[in-house]
């Protein structure tokens, strides 16, 4: 009888312990393995180049340094060239200058210019360097001028109107743009591009959907080709249109791209956040911590999977907003540990975010719109926040190498940079934000003269608007980059779509990452630290020569530290195979290419 009863008594603890052990797994998650990032960052000393181009200027860019519309669309092109490492030199309007020398030994150029009487009779310099074999690119939509009149029927148009017609939407034709399955919507579209009837020997690329406002279209001119961009929106978010357009110049152009896809969640792991949890209590009649743990989390990580993709969470260690005197540590772990462990084990990574949500700005730093920040008593408090952050990060996660910074609402002052740049030598990239804002620390893709990496974020949140799809795909086009974060508050937050309720935003989250799978086809799911790396070897990167010998590409690299990629767009002919480098067809005419030597021979059909 003592026997059976101290069985029973042994069968209790030991269910009693598996119970116990059940529950601490589910709390802290499956213990990570420490994994090294598929991508290293590199030594400050191994990255030698920034963007340069070691040719000799074979594109002239023309502006006019006194009008605004040129001044937007110079920024614009400046930066495209210098990406896609064109070798370009700038001509001024303004300044004196003689045009036959300017074009001299130039095979492109960009016409950043929308009025053509400031070029005057220079005009016919221009168009009779096109005729001898020249290729031109009209970058902006033109006004109807006579001299625009005189160069109108080379460029194909039979009629034009002196009103500009509205541009409500982009379509790209399935052989031009990435991503070209779907209509992409213009936010606040207003009557922007050059009326014009065009004849049949022109090509036309992109359009409106209704088709009666052609966006970019090429015409062959007797040995020369222009190509024209009709669209007016010269802002950042439309950068890739631009670049796109510029890739239908030559026979064959070749540039180099990031080729990464990245994912970021601000503001997690952090404490559960206060907000209005009404829209989640509306369809899931549960609190905010529950609803985290067991739908946002889950569903989360099923998207993931599904998406390949490698989320990078960037921790909080408290939401307290005090930024003076002692700053007290938060005791309480169990969400780090469980949500933690989890993003790690699918593979993603950990970075940081702020001891709370105050921005790293001292009292010089001016706010341009009210969000309710403090600034930091001092520099010495501001310091101690980051110090904490680090020790409350690595007390939980000390495997775990951080290597990866997001300012709090992407803000951050020349103090906080300095800060980091000086103090920290483990942070060694600064993810951000890409397009402008009055506050925001916005970024190029590039390495700054610190070592520092800049990667900005592209896109943002659970509600994709119209505007967010269009800067997508410019970007996939641009740099082949897809970078996209959010946080788990958007989902309490009017303002970043809380009242259509999570389900819709997890729809339209799913349905972006399959876009990035299907228009970005090969493109790299990557952490924060390894977009990093990639960034690195991008703007290392110089094409440093290319030319058809024996119809075939030759490329030459300089630069290379191990593995690279272009995109190449072939506008004539067909491409078959990359002798030291791989070759993946993305459309009819696109293809990214894998480089791992630096003289890579492609052979044309």
Known sequence: MKDKRFRDLIGVAIGFILL???????????????????????PDDQIVHMKESSREKTCLLLWNSEDTTSQNAYKIYNQVLIDMRVPFKVMDVNEEGDYEEALSGCKTMVIAISDFDCIGRNILTITGWVGKGGRLLLGIPPFKTDIFDFVSSKLGIISSNYAYSRVDDFVSEPDYMLGAQITYPIVDGYESSTSVVLDDKCKVYAHTEDGKVPLVWSRDYQKGKFVVCNFGYSEKAYRGIYASAYTLLEDYFIYPVINASTFYLDDFPSPVPDGNGEYVKRDYNMGIAEFYSRVWWPDMLTLGRKHDIKYTGLIIETYRDQTYGDLPANDSTANYYYYGNMLLNQGGELGYHGYNH???????????????????????????????????????????????????????????????????????????????????????????????????????????????????????????????FMHPDDLLDEDRGAELGWEVQKNRLDAYMGWVDESGKNIRHLTG??????VQRYVNLIPSYYSVKNENIVLNTTGLIDTAFYLIRVNEGEIAEAYGGELTKLNDTLYLLKVKSHRVTITRR
């Open 20 to 42: 116990f052990t059940v529950l601490v797994v589910e709390r802290i998650g499956i213990m990570y393995e420490e994994k090294e990032p598929d991508i290293q960052i590199l």
């Open 358 to 484: 105050q921005p790293l700005c001292l009292e010089n730093y001016v706010y341009h719109k009210e969000l309710g920040y403090k600034i930091w008593e001092n520099y010495d408090t501001m310091k101690a926040s980051f110090d904490e952050l680090v020790r409350f990060s690595g007390s939980i996660f000390p495997t775990q190498k951080m290597t990866v910074y997001v300012p709090p609402s992407d803000i951050l002052s020349e103090e906080g940079r300095r800060l980091l740049g000086i103090g920290y030598p483990q942070v060694k990239v600064i993810a951000s934000i890409y397009l402008e804002g009055e506050d925001e620390y916005v970024q190029e893709f590039s390495v700054s003269s610190d070592g520092m990496i800049e990667t900005p974020r592209v896109i943002s949140g659970g509600v994709l608007d119209d505007y967010m799809k269009i800067t997508a795909l410019s970007e996939l086009n641009f740099h082949f980059v897809c970078s996209h």
């Open 529 to 534: 630290s390894e977009m990093g790396g990639a």
